[in-house]
């Protein structure tokens, strides 16, 4: 049963990002290209998704189990640092080349197109090559610092 | 700055990001977890992936999402620019961005904004500001 809802989110995600026009890259770049010809489409799509998403989001909160039962996994973590602000720069900075994030580019492989395979198929290597450089950094720390202790995730 | 108003779809941006939002409501309330795709795919690439039932059928309703879309609504537009070698530069960094940053436009953008989580925030920020300035470099300084 919860893999069948985790399937149903994910089609009315897809939906949603193709209603919205934000599969188009053409369309998200018009959005980031701000000095040029700008549409503000994005803009509207983010206030639509946010209204929906505070509500929901805010009784989702307040619960401690799910509706089939199970535990609430929202993320707890708070820390500001490096990571989170040099990983969401070199996000945008792809984002801005391609015009491609993650859902919308799996959406446009189920659309059957080539490009956005070999994007999927880029993003895959460059989210292994983090797995890697991940262990290889616990597994040097772990050697200078026995006592620490390896990864923290 | 000038509006394309040519461009520039209000109703079915509004209509599709309360789409978005509905869907990450849903999987909040049953699933219990953020709709954060990058995490999604991340989560299937570690050594041990107890949980990849849910995942894989996440991201198998965004696969599909097209071929319904399709049924009511005839094909998408759908305009890709980049070259191949962009393509693969921009994926990489799409890659490591969102997992070092630990999210990406559906995780930090939607959900994590709508949670009006500190973190979040400050993510959202950075990769649009990325965004913006990459977009002004590769179309008003390079050319």
Known sequence: MYAVFAFVAGLVFGIGLLVSGMVNPAKVLGFLDLTGRW??????????????????????????????????????????????????????????????????????????????????????AGMLAFEWIE?????SSARLEPAAGGASE | MSIDWTAFTPWSALAGGAIIGVAAVLFALFNGRVAGISGIVGGLLRPSFPDWTWRAAFLAGLIVAP?????????????????????????????????????????????GVSRLSPRSLVATLAFMAAGFATVFATRHLLI
Do not use: Q
């Open chain 1, 39 to 124: 549409d503000p489409s994005l803009v509207l799509v983010m206030v639509g998704a946010i209204a929906i998403g505070a509500i929901g989001f805010a009784i989702a909160g307040r619960r401690t189990t799910t509706v089939l039962a199970t535990p609430m996994l929202l993320p707890t973590a708070r820390t500001i640092d490096r990571r989170l602000v040099g990983g969401g720069a070199a996000f945008g900075v792809g984002w801005g080349l391609a015009g491609f994030c993650p859902g919308p580019a799996l959406v446009a492989l189920g659309a059957g197109h080539l490009k956005a395979i070999v994007f999927i198929a880029a993003m895959v």
């Open chain 1, 135 to 139: 262990r290889m950094r616990a597994r």
């Open chain 2, 67 to 111: 071929i319904v879309y399709r049924l009511f609504a005839g094909p998408p537009d759908l305009t890709i620019e980049a070259g191949y070698p962009t393509l693969v530069v921009a994926g990489i960094l799409v890659g490591l961005g969102t997992r070092y940053g630990s999210g990406c436009t559906s995780g930090h953008g939607v959900c």
